[in-house]
């Protein structure tokens, strides 16, 4: 099947109860250690290529990943995702290259960098819904800004300044009244990148009472949780333990991410943990075999270790087992559904 709409993926989950991980994709070992894992889970798949990844892949090498995707996985749907566009015009060229669905993230000015007035985002994530739906593409936008920085995206915001910049649940249903999206993702305290929570969150750093207010007054909206890794000790205790450096740190655990799929939210954003597996994998083979120079023997273990992390994701979130009952649309189709 060609790539489906992210909206049919979402309304899917939304309706029976599950999560989906959304994973980021720069290279072929990622793409491969997702789809290894969605095939083996019968997984739906949500593959997201940032502003970043589409530079470093030059988009033709990423759009035929994901054409090799499509064809050696004729079962399985899978959403093509911009994530964080910083544009109108970005969203634009991803939909030029195939995307079927795209992030317009006006919380923070085209610099992707400081945080936006509420007219400037709804006027420009207002601006792609509807040139996005006309071409049956799924819109996600973003209210509230999230610490860290991550792909030169982000305002760069310590854990406590991004405590002080939560989604305003009264704002968001205002926001999805004004703009249309099919996904909002919110500010509940988390950060992109490693390092998100100097200790073990507790309910006033990682504030998942936001999304079940906000779910509460738009149980019809999809929400999205960036920045969801939950930076296993187990890896960074792998990496450091040949010779990385990382220093303690902590993020979303999968219970609090669970807790939130409870209350609306359908779409999870997982980077940092498979940056996580798949270096400390590279780490171990450099520590153990030093001699060691043919790529396939360090990037095939990175490619497992990352696999590893995507089937847990995948079974935890409940994504497990749908990708035969997804009632399959196009993007053609869902162009009538819009209007
Ligand atoms: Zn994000």
């Known amino acids: 099947m060609p790539l489906v709409p992210m909206r049919v993926l979402l309304d899917h989950a939304a309706e029976n109860d599950y999560g989906l991980a959304a994973f980021n994709v720069n290279n072929m070992e990622q793409i491969q250690a997702i789809m290894m894992a969605a095939e083996e889970t019968e997984s739906p798949v949500i593959v997201q290529a940032s502003r970043g990844a589409r530079k470093y892949t030059n988009d033709a ?77 799924t819109v996600e936008g973003e209210l509230g800004t999230l610490g860290g920085i991550e792909d030169g995206h982000g305002a760069g915001l310590s854990e406590e300044e991004a405590r002080e910049h939560l989604t305003d649940p009264q704002q968001a249903e205002q926001f999805c009244a004004d703009t249309n999206v099919d996904a909002l993702a919110v500010a509940i305290g988390t ?4 390092y998100k929570f100097k200790q073990k969150p507790t309910g006033d750093v990682l504030v998942m009472s936001v999304i079940e207010e906000i779910h509460k007054r738009l149980p019809n909206t999809h929400l999205v949780m960036h920045g969801s ?22 993020g979303v655990p999968v219970e609090e991410i669970k807790r939130g799929i409870e209350h609306g939210v359908r779409k999870v954003n997982i980077d940092t943990d498979n940056r996580l597996a798949m270096t400390a994998a590279i780490r171990k083979v450099f520590a153990e075999d030093p001699g060691q120079y043919d790529p396939r023997k360090y990037l095939g273990p990175a490619r497992e270790g990352m696999k590893k992390v995507c089937l847990d994701r995948m079974t935890y979130f409940g994504q497990a087992g749908n990708a035969p009952k997804v009632p399959v649309k196009t993007c053609k189709e869902m162009i009538d559904f819009y209007k």
Request: net charge negative; with cysteine; proline share 6%.
């Open 61 to 137: 090498y990423l759009r035929h990943l994901m054409l090799a995707a499509v064809e050696l996985y004729p079962d399985i749907p899978i959403a093509m995702h911009q994530d964080h566009g910083n544009s109108p015009e970005t969203c634009f060229s991803a939909i030029e290259q195939g995307f079927t669905s795209v992030m317009m993230d006006g919380s923070l000015d085209a610099d992707g960098k400081t945080p936006a007035s509420y007219e400037y985002n709804v006027k420009v994530t207002k601006q792609v819904v509807d040139e996005a739906h006309s071409r049956g593409v």
């Open 191 to 194: 950060s992109h990148g490693a």
């Open 229 to 250: 890794s939950s930076v296993p000790q187990e890896l960074q205790d792998i990496i450091n333990a040949h010779g990385g450096e990382i220093p303690q740190t902590y």
